[in-house]
C-alpha cells in the first residue's frame, strides 16, 4: 500500500528498466534483436507487470496524476533538504562524487558493449544524485556493484591485486585493523541500546530529536486537542497520542498534506514574516515548539508568551532541553507550569 501512494517508488521502476534495457542491449550488440529478446523477455514482462501493479491502489489511475505532481513539485527542492543539488548540501559530498566518476573514466568503459551497459547505469544514477541528495545513496550502491569489476582489468587494477597477493599478510592485518576501530565505534555509540534523542543540542549532530517530554506531559494531564506540531515531529506525537491529540503534519509531504500546509509550517517555525497569522488560520490549542527553532527565540522576548493583534496569548506551560509546549491562555490555566530543563528524559521504543 505504501509503496502505490508513494511518488519514490518510482525510482525502482526506473532503475529496474535501466537494468533490463541494458541487458537487451548487451546481447543485441552480441546476438542480434531476436535473441536479445528471447534471453531478456521474462525480464521484459516482468517490467511491465512491475507498472501495471503500481495501480492496483486504493485511487486506481488517479494515481498517476498524483505521481506527475509530486515529481514536477518545483516546491519540493525548497522545502525538503534531501532534494536539494549535492552542492547545496556540502562539498566534500562533490568532491568524493567527482572522484568516483574519475575511476569510471579511467576504466574506459566505451571499449566493450558490457561495460558500456554497466557504466550507463553509473552515469544515470550520478547524474540524479548531483541533482537530488535523496539519491546519493542509490548511486553509491550502483558504483559499488559495478566499479570494481570495471577496474579489475586496468592497470590499477592489475596493481591493486599484486600488491595484495605480495603483501597477504599486511592486507590482512589492515582489515583486521578497520574491523576493530568500526567496533570500538560501535561500542562508544553503545549500538546494544535504542536511544532516543531529546535534546536540542543532538539537533546539531544530524539526529532526530523527539518530543518525547512533551508527549508524557500531554498525557499526563489528559489533554485532548489540536497540537501545532514541526514536520518531523508529528508522526512521533501521532503515534503516541493519536486520537486524543491532532496533529498539524505527520512528517508526509505531499502524499498526505497540500504543499501550501507545508509553506504555513516552516514559515512559522522559521518565524519569517506574518508567522502569527498561521495561529489564527486554524483551530490550534496547543504549539510544540523546538528548543533550536527561530520562533522559539521570538517567543522567549516575551517571557514565554505570544500576543499579538492577529492572535491571541499563548503561554508557555512546559519546557525541557528539547522542546516547549504553548497553549492558549484560556487552556493554560488548567494545565501545570513544568520545567524539566537539565532533566534526562528517557523514553522506549516504540
Known sequence: MWVNIHGGFLVGIGL?????????????????????????????????????????NPYGPDLLYHLWKAVTLEERTKLVPEWRPLWKISWAYVLAWFCSLVVVVYCKPWKSVRQISEAFMIAVTAWVSLWHFRHLSIYAITWLCYAPGLVENTLLGETIKKAVKHNSKLAATIVIIIGILGTLYAIQNRFWSLRIPTKAVEHNEGVPVYPVGVVTYLEDNRFSGNLFVPFDAGSYVSWKLYPNVKVSLDSRFEAAYPVQSVIENIKLYSAEEGWQETLTKYRTDAILVPRWSKVDQEMNKNSGSIRSETSSKWVRVYIDDGYSLYMKSCLAKYFPQTDRQGEAIRACFP
Open 16 to 56: 529496474l528498466i535501466l537494468y533490463v534495457g541494458g541487458q537487451f542491449f548487451v546481447n543485441y550488440q552480441e546476438k542480434g534483436f531476436v535473441e536479445a529478446f528471447i534471453f531478456t523477455k521474462r525480464r521484459i514482462f516482468f517490467v511491465v507487470a512491475t507498472c501495471l501493479l503500481a495501480l492496483i
